[in-house]
């Protein structure tokens, strides 16, 4: 006897007691005289020898057959593993409970134990060997629960939908529910939290994609990848440029501004680039060039002012080197013999017709 049977006969046992003590009267065959009587579903039927019909009796219950000519009365009450018509069997244990029905429900109906058969634990179930929130059954992918001892190794975690295999794309609550192959929650069930996947925040994510970018998906935050700020990226791309891409601001990305530039190129040109500001590189004013070569000539290019660079005036021109911008060739100049000049001020010595002497 299972430990649930014993509780299901105390159970019924204690109904048999309250009929009894309630005064359930049940008609003796012995005062219905020598007639043979038949009861069935409630009704009891009478044969008299004497008489060419029967009677029947409203109100009695239990099955009686009483016999004169023998002189004999049999009383047959209705029994655990007795059934009318072919209808469920009453039982109080397995025991009762014939050979195509073996179990004794939680109901005290014999059961299979098939799929959706009642259940109170395991012990109630057959072919369906797992006792779920609706009955017996296998346990397999979509089958309901509240646990994962409900289903079957075929789909062993219960998701907010049943049982299931926690694959990507599987439902899920949190990552108790998802597999190792795709072990994080994210906000559209299971997943690897790879490039792509959505993401709330970075536990959403893969390390090998850690950021979850504004967007919404995971990612590595490189060079190109797509920002709507600084945070979507990482330290070798740090920078949002203006164009929603990650850049780590190098020569050539693109920038609004001396902020969208790295340490390799701090200067922001007219071009709307990351830049040196090196001589040669484009310029609209000295700011766009470096104290390498901090002025920015005619040509629109940064120079350092020495002897042949471009200028307008000695200002574009070093101090030092060649600080003569010497109009007949717009071109800086040491003032050394042999130079092109206008006048003794454009020469270290003099001027003779048009040339430094």
């Not at 655990?80 to 073996?102: H, L, N, R, W």
Request: aromatic share 2%; net charge negative.
């Amino acid at each position: 006897m299972r430990p649930s049977d014993s509780l299901r006969l105390v159970s019924r046992c204690s109904v048999v007691l309250v009929l009894a003590v309630g005064g359930c009267w049940e008609p003796n065959p012995a005062f219905l005289g020598p007639a043979a009587m038949t009861s069935t579903n409630g009704d009891t039927t009478t044969t008299d020898p004497t008489t060419s019909g029967p009677t029947t009796l409203e109100g009695t219950s239990g099955e009686v057959t009483s016999t004169s000519d023998s002189g004999t009365t049999a009383s047959t009450e209705p029994t655990a593993g007795s059934s009318s018509g072919g209808g469920p069997i009453g039982c109080f244990d397995d025991g009762d409970c014939p050979a195509a029905q073996p179990l004794c429900g939680p109901s005290g109906i014999c059961q299979a134990g098939a799929a959706g058969d009642p259940c109170e634990d395991p012990s109630d179930c057959g072919d369906a060997p797992l006792c779920g929130p609706e009955g017996c059954q296998v346990g397999a992918a979509g089958d309901p629960c509240d646990d994962p001892a409900q289903c079957a190794a075929e789909a062993p975690l219960c998701g907010p939908e049943g049982c299931q295999v926690g694959a990507a794309g599987d439902p899920c609550d949190d990552e108790a529910q998802c597999a190792a192959g795709a072990p994080l929650c994210g906000p559209e069930g299971c997943q690897v939290g790879m490039a792509g996947d959505p993401c709330v925040d970075p536990s959403d994510c893969d390390p090998a994609a850690a950021i979850c970018s504004g967007a919404g998906v995971c990612q590595p935050g490189d060079e190109g990848d797509p920002c709507m700020g600084d945070g979507d990226c990482n330290t070798s791309a740090p920078l949002c440029g203006p164009d929603g891409l990650c850049h780590d601001g190098g020569v050539g990305d693109p920038c609004a501004g001396d902020a969208d530039c790295g340490m390799a190129a701090p200067l922001c040109g007219p071009a709307g680039t990351c830049q040196t500001g090196d001589e040669g590189d484009p310029c609209a004013g000295d700011t766009d060039c470096s104290m390498a070569a901090p002025y920015c000539a005619p040509d629109g290019m940064c120079h350092d002012g020495d002897e042949g660079d471009p200028c307008s005036n000695d200002m574009d021109c070093d101090d030092v080197l060649a600080p003569y911008c010497v109009p007949s060739d717009d071109l800086c100049h040491d003032g050394s013999t042999g130079d092109p000049c206008q006048n003794n001020g454009d020469c270290i010595a003099n001027c003779m017709m048009g040339t430094c002497t």
